[in-house]
C-alpha cells in the first residue's frame, strides 16, 4: 500500500494548521497521508488530555476539527482542489478516549455535474483497537476560486477552480 505523507510544506506558503502542522507546538500535529490506491487520506493519531472535554474523551470540537482536516486534504490530495467547509454533519456513535489510538479515514465524492464549485465528502474515525467507527461526518465543500486564492494565501490557481499539487 502506497502511502505519499501530505505536507504543508509542499505547497509553497506557510501555515500554522491546528491539526496538522507539526511545528504547531499547540496543535494535534496529526500527520495525513493520500492513498492513492484506495483514494483515500488517512491518519493516525493518539490525543492526550490536553484536548479533552469530559474527563477521559476527547472533545467533541477536536475531534469534529480532525475529520474536517482529514476532508480538506482528501480534497486537495483526491480531487487537487483546494476547499472549505460550507456545511458538515457529524454522528457520535462511540466516545473517542484520550490516549488511545484511532484512524481517520476521509475521502471525496465523484463530483456531480449540478454544481462545479462544491465537493461532497466524508470521513469517519475509527478505533485503532476495535476497528469501529466512533465519530462520521459529511460535508459539503466550496472550491476556492482564483479570485478567492490570494485572500487566503494558497497562491495562484487557474480560472477553472483547480488546485494544484506539486509532486
Not at 28 to 46: I, K, N, S, W, Y
Not at 76 to 82: K, L, P, S, T, Y
Request: net charge negative.
Amino acid at each position: 500500500m502506497d502511502r505519499v505523507p501530505l505536507v504543508n510544506d509542499r505547497w509553497g506558503f506557510a501555515t500554522n494548521c491546528f491539526v496538522c502542522e507539526q511545528r504547531n507546538a499547540a496543535g494535534l500535529r496529526v500527520p495525513f497521508f493520500h492513498e492513492p490506491d484506495r483514494g483515500v487520506v488517512t491518519a493516525e493519531f493518539t490525543l492526550d488530555d490536553r484536548f479533552s472535554g469530559a474527563p477521559s474523551w476527547v472533545h467533541g470540537g477536536v475531534s469534529l476539527a480532525v475529520l474536517d482536516e482529514g476532508m480538506a486534504w482528501a480534497a486537495i490530495a483526491v480531487h487537487h482542489r483546494w476547499a472549505v467547509t460550507k456545511s458538515s454533519t457529524a454522528d457520535f456513535d462511540r466516545p473517542v478516549i484520550v490516549g488511545r489510538s484511532y484512524r481517520v479515514e476521509a475521502r471525496i465524492a465523484e463530483p456531480g455535474t449540478d454544481d462545479p464549485t462544491t465537493l461532497d465528502a466524508s470521513a469517519e474515525i475509527i478505533s485503532a483497537e476495535s476497528g469501529r467507527v466512533c465519530v462520521r461526518a459529511t460535508a459539503v465543500l466550496s472550491v476556492v476560486t482564483a479570485v478567492q486564492a490570494p485572500a487566503l494565501g494558497v497562491g495562484e490557481l487557474s480560472d477553472d477552480h483547480r488546485g494544484f499539487v506539486r509532486e
